[in-house]
């Protein structure tokens, strides 16, 4: 049986051991520590004119930026519903009501036509949203232009979900950096890895240090324990930290065998009848954090279960895209905006193994396997 091909498995590029030996050398095995402040200095200089917090996970990030938005019980937020359920969970930890948005078949994110839909709706119905939680699927960018000028226009904040964007960029300007503020994960599976992690990405150093204070248990200044805010235990821990420096040193060339991965398989792929690739919209620059590709059944001859199931066969692991929000039980009962193109995305797509560590003979076997039929 040939080897197992993973859709996106973690890969280290041997700078992360000497960082966490390091944390065990002077014992900062602790959510906090010079690897920590290094992390965040990593990413600070990669993004460019930001504060960020290194925290626990991405879930943990959108959490705390729904707070500093300012989302409480009873409000309203506004979400992409094709979507991981982490970028909309966290509006229901605060007690707020998640409103779901159809996505636009240019990028596969947020429409900003129901966008608007949705708000004037919402406003007419009684309440005007307080949040809007807008994601970078796959690692394209969200028509950030058109979304921020409805957003500024009704004065509603962008919550930029960038978890799977990091490595993206929007006419040149770094995703992550786009929003209010802004949600990073450092997940085994995303584009660099700490094990599991996250960071909140703020435009001000206030907002950035509101973040730490409520991420280590809301502590105010005092001797003893005194708290006059509930706070959480969200803080990156040292050890993990010291892996995520390592990772940002090879953070380009993640990008570079990412976007390569892609190509080949739209070189090798792209001439198929009922294939399709999402192209790059003009000034917009994914990380292609996963390769995914459409699959018309009539046109192919197979639809993507198929396709998925017949390529598991040969242990070769795909995945269907995201399945969106408002489809699922446990979100189906909350507002929806918008037609059915998150729904077809998710009928006909396939996720292809995507990770920067595949070998040429790896990415052969997969369009091999595909094209095999045909
Ligand atoms: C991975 C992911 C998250 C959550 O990040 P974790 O670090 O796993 O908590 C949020 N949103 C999207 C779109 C993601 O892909």
Redesign the pocket.
């Known amino acids: 049986m040939n080897s197992k091909i993973w859709l996106s498995s973690p890969h280290m590029g041997g700078g992360e051991q000497k960082y966490v030996q390091e944390a065990f050398d002077t014992n900062w095995i602790a959510p906090l520590g010079p690897n920590v402040q290094g992390f965040e200095q990593a990413l600070q200089n990669y993004l460019k004119d930001v504060h960020v917090a290194a925290l626990s996970?991405?879930?943990a990030a959108?959490h705390l930026g729904l707070i500093l938005l300012d989302v409480k019980q009873g409000d309203e937020v506004l979400c992409q519903s094709f979507?991981?359920s982490?970028?909309a969970n966290p509006i229901v930890y605060q007690g707020a009501q998640p409103v779901f948005i159809d996505s636009e078949e240019d990028t596969w994110n947020m429409c900003p036509k129901a966008l608007e839909q949705a708000i004037e709706a919402r406003i007419k119905a009684g309440k005007k949203p307080k949040t809007i939680v807008a994601?970078h699927?796959y690692g394209m960018p969200y028509k950030h232009k058109e979304i921020n000028e409805i957003a500024k226009a009704y004065e509603i904040p962008v919550l930029e979900?960038a978890?799977?964007a990091l490595g993206s960029s929007y006419y040149n300007q770094p995703c992550g950096t786009l929003g209010a503020v802004a949600?990073l994960?450092?997940?085994g599976n995303?584009i660099i890895t700490t094990s599991?992690g996250?960071a909140l990405v703020a435009h001000e150093e206030a907002l950035k240090n509101k973040a730490i204070f409520l991420a280590t248990q809301a502590r105010d200044e005092a001797p003893h324990y005194q708290h006059s805010h509930i706070g959480y235990n969200y803080r990156m821990s040292n050890v993990v930290a010291g892996i995520g420096r390592g990772q940002m040193e090879v953070l380009n060339d993640r990008v570079k065998a990412r976007r390569a991965n892609f190509e080949f398989y739209k070189k090798h792929l792209g001439e198929l009848p009922g294939l399709y690739f999402l192209p790059e919209p003009e000034n917009s620059f994914s990380n292609r954090w996963l390769s995914t590709v459409l699959i018309d059944s009539a046109e192919f001859g197979e639809d993507a279960a198929a396709v998925r199931q017949r390529l598991e066969k040969l242990n070769i692991e795909t995945r269907p895209l995201w399945k969106p929000m408002h489809l699922q039980p446990v979100f189906e009962k909350y507002p929806y905006y918008g037609e059915s193109v998150a729904e077809t995305l998710f009928e006909t797509g396939l996720c292809l193994p995507s990770g920067s560590n595949l070998t040429e003979a790896a990415l052969n076997r997969i369009v091999d396997a595909i094209g095999a039929k045909h």
């Open positions: 996970s991405g879930t959108i979507t991981f982490a970028s994601v699927l979900d978890a799977e949600a994960s450092f997940n995303k599991g996250g």
